[in-house]
């Protein structure tokens, strides 16, 4: 059983930066891989990316969002940067026993985070 609770949403404007943090349980995290996702309203939970022993990246954030982990703190992070309107969203973090394949579909994750709200202004 692994708990997660992200951490670190708000208020940003177009160009800037944000650092979301996923804090998790458990004693066997490093054997999981964490994904992040985003929900816009009224619309499909979407994959951003994954790490494992690689990093994954969506197209749609690729060269913009840095995920990295530190198992020692049972922490993800997700750094945004050059944040865009069509970036907002609630963010989930994501923890899945699929390890040797990349996952993008959120049936896949087994745990998940309660979500924290990214809000990007133009």
């Known amino acids: 059983q692994v708990q997660l609770v992200e951490s670190g949403g708000g208020l940003v404007q177009a160009g800037g930066s944000l650092r979301l943090s996923c804090a998790a349980s458990?004693?066997?995290?490093?054997?999981?891989?964490m994904g992040w996702f985003r929900q816009a309203p009224g619309k499909e939970r979407e994959f951003v990316g994954r790490i494992n022993w690689n990093r994954y990246y969506a197209d749609s954030v690729k060269g913009r969002f840095t995920i990295s982990r530190d198992n020692a703190k049972n922490t993800v992070y997700l750094q945004m940067n050059s944040l865009k309107p069509e970036d907002t969203a609630v963010y989930y973090c994501?923890?899945?026993?699929?390890?040797?394949?990349?996952?993008?579909?959120?049936?896949?994750?087994?745990?998940w985070g309660q979500g924290t709200q990214v809000t990007v202004s133009s």
């Open positions: 994501a923890a899945t026993t699929i390890l040797n394949i990349v996952t993008m579909d959120p049936n896949e994750y087994d745990y």
């Open positions: 458990g004693r066997t995290f490093s054997s999981y891989a």
